[in-house]
């Protein structure tokens, strides 16, 4: 069976998505058709250090990973998953949104996100462990009401990420480095999957009063539980995913178990494919990025 996933932010690179526009009629019909066409090819050609504002990240993301997402319309994909802002390409992908609807959502989230983070000084680790207990012990012996830092994702075997305040950071990794636990300091730019995105998860809720959702017609499996989608207010879930920690580890190994044995990641890196890799290296996965890529898997597959 195969699965598809989709990148979320870090996985952008400059001139994304232009090979696809400029050497494939059917991305290009795709791009062109977009009420956002114009500034979603301006994202294309922006360099690195503006690409990586937030709303210029997400937007982008959204329109590389739908448009590769249409280009293997045909694959039979049982089941899908993104990681972050990525979650909103696999709802398109599950028949949950309109292609319409994504885009009005992706524009708005990223701009929201981004004007939230600018108001705090904070950082993001990603720990190489696998015990969450201890570090959100950690974490709240330093937390305080205005100041704090908590677990963002939990993303494969050996891997948490923590984001929040650089002071309570700071002093976490102190604490961290007695405990043997490796931190990286990721680039990413803001506090995401925290409660200082509260005001987010607020104003999307709101927005998504006038926004269809539909029931996924693929397996559709969910960053805010780790699990397959059940009957539940998905307005309500992706409301409150932007503020809660993303559970990706558990998502890979539910969709493991469901019977996925190939995994197709959209997005630069290979990020989530490695996460794969570190929980089953028995499973094929395959990973489209650019044109180049986009063929190795027509063969491939």
Do not use: W
Not at 77 to 104: H, M, N, Q
Not at 228 to 250: G, P
């Amino acid at each position: 069976m195969i699965g598809i996933l989709f990148a979320g932010q870090g996985s952008q690179r400059k001139n994304m998505g232009l090979d696809f526009y400029e050497n494939l009629r059917e991305a290009k019909e795709f791009i062109d058709s977009l009420e956002d066409r114009d500034e979603i090819l301006k994202i294309f050609n922006m360099e690195e250090e503006e690409l990586t504002r937030t709303k210029n990240t997400q937007l982008g993301l959204i329109a590389l990973e739908t448009m590769i997402s249409h280009l293997l319309c045909n694959l039979d994909i049982k089941a899908a998953a993104g990681l972050s802002i990525g979650e909103y390409a696999a709802l398109e992908r599950s028949g949950v949104l309109s292609l319409e609807d994504t885009f009005k959502i992706a524009k708005y989230r990223g701009q929201r996100m981004e004007e939230i983070s600018q108001k705090f000084s904070t950082d993001m680790y990603a720990l190489m462990t696998d015990d969450e207990k201890k570090v959100r012990k950690i974490l709240e012996s330093l937390n305080e009401k205005a100041e704090f830092a908590e677990v963002s994702n939990i993303n494969t075997k050996g891997q948490i990420v923590v984001s929040g305040s650089k002071n309570v950071l700071d002093k976490a990794l102190i604490e961290f480095k007695d405990q043997k636990i490796k931190a990286i300091k990721l680039k990413v730019s803001g506090p995401f999957h925290t409660s200082y995105m509260k005001t987010v998860e607020n104003d999307l809720r709101e927005y998504f009063k006038d926004i269809d959702f539909k029931d996924p017609k693929n397996n559709l499996y969910l960053n805010l539980s780790g699990r397959k989608f059940k009957e539940e207010d998905l307005k309500e879930i992706m409301a409150r995913q932007v503020s809660h920690t993303v559970n990706f580890k558990e998502i890979i190994e539910n969709m493991i178990l469901d019977g996925v044995n190939t995994f197709i990641e959209i997005g630069f890196g290979n990020v989530l494919t490695k996460f794969v890799k570190k929980i089953d290296k028995s499973v094929k996965t395959l990973s489209v990025y650019d044109l180049d890529s986009y063929k190795k898997l027509k063969e491939n597959l």
